[in-house]
C-alpha cells in the first residue's frame, strides 16, 4: 500500500466522542489533514446492525470526498457490506490469512500487533500495514497492555523495512515526531484529535508535526 496514506491516521467510534457528533467530528479531522479514517465502534453503547451500517455508509461517503482510505475496525463483514477500503484487526479478532481470503487481495487489510514476532506473522499472512503499539499509556483502549515503548517501531521497521507501519497509544502532537524518526510511516491516534478543543486545528497542527518529522526536521 501508499504508505503516504498512514502519516495521520484517525480512529474513532461513537463513543470516544461524548456528545460531540462522529460526521462533524470526522469532517473536521479530514479539513485538518488526517490520511486515512478506521471506524472503531466498541464499547458500552456501542451502535450496532443498521443503525452501524448507516453510520459507516456516512463515514465512507464522507472519507472518499477526502480521498482518503475508509477502515474498518473488526468486523470484517460491515467492511465488506459497506465496500470500505479495508479492515483492521488485532490479535484476537480471527486468522489474519483467513480476513485476507474473505477481503479479497485489493482491499487494505490492517493488523495490532505488540511485539516484533506479531509484525513478523502478520506480515507474512497478508497484511498491508501494522500498528504497533501501545507505545504509550493509553486511555482509549481497554486492556491495551503495558506500553511497549517507542523503541519497538525501531525494532520492527529494521526486521521488516519494506512493511507499512504505524504507532499507536498515548501520542499526542509532543510525541508524534519521536514515532516517526523511529521510523514508522505514521500515527495512528484517538484522543488527540478526537478530543481536541479544536479538531480540525489538532489535526494539522500534528499533521505538520509528522511531515516536518519525516522530512528530518527536529521539532
Ligand atoms: N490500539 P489514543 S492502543 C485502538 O496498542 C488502540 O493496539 C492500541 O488511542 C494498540 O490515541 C489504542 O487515544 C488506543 O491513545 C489509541
Known amino acids: 500500500m501508499d504508505k503516504s496514506k498512514l502519516q495521520l491516521y484517525f480512529i474513532a467510534g461513537t463513543t470516544n466522542l461524548g456528545d460531540r457528533n462522529l460526521l462533524d467530528v470526522l469532517q473536521a479531522a479530514l479539513k485538518g489533514g488526517i490520511t486515512a479514517f478506521q471506524l472503531r465502534e466498541k464499547g458500552e453503547g456501542a451502535l ?29 463483514d460491515l467492511a465488506i457490506a459497506v465496500d470500505a477500503d479495508g479492515v483492521h484487526i488485532g490479535q484476537e479478532d480471527g486468522d489474519i490469512a483467513e480476513v485476507r481470503k474473505k477481503i479479497g487481495s485489493d482491499k487494505i487489510l490492517g493488523v ?58 498515548g501520542i499526542t502532537e509532543r510525541k508524534a515526531g519521536r514515532v516517526i524518526r523511529e521510523g514508522a510511516s505514521g500515527v495512528a491516534v484517538i484522543s488527540a484529535i478526537a478530543h481536541a478543543k479544536d479538531v480540525e486545528q489538532a489535526a494539522r497542527a500534528m499533521k505538520g508535526v509528522i511531515t516536518l518529522a519525516s522530512t528530518g526536521v527536529e521539532m
Not at 443498521?50 to 475496525?73: G, H, S
Not at 501494522?130 to 525494532?155: H, I, M, W
Open 48 to 76: 450496532q446492525g443498521d443503525a452501524l451500517k448507516t453510520l459507516a455508509e456516512q463515514c465512507k461517503q464522507l472519507c472518499n470526498e477526502y480521498k482518503v482510505p475508509f477502515i474498518v475496525n473488526d468486523d470484517v
Open 112 to 169: 495490532s500487533t505488540h511485539s516484533v514476532t506479531d509484525a513478523m506473522t502478520a506480515s507474512d499472512a497478508g497484511a498491508n500495514y501494522v500498528g504497533v503499539g501501545p507505545l504509550f499509556e493509553t486511555a482509549s483502549k481497554e486492556n491495551a497492555g503495558t506500553p511497549v515503548g517507542p523503541e519497538l517501531v525501531r525494532q520492527v521497521v529494521n526486521v521488516l523495512p519494506g512493511l507499512p507501519m504505524v504507532g499507536i497509544g
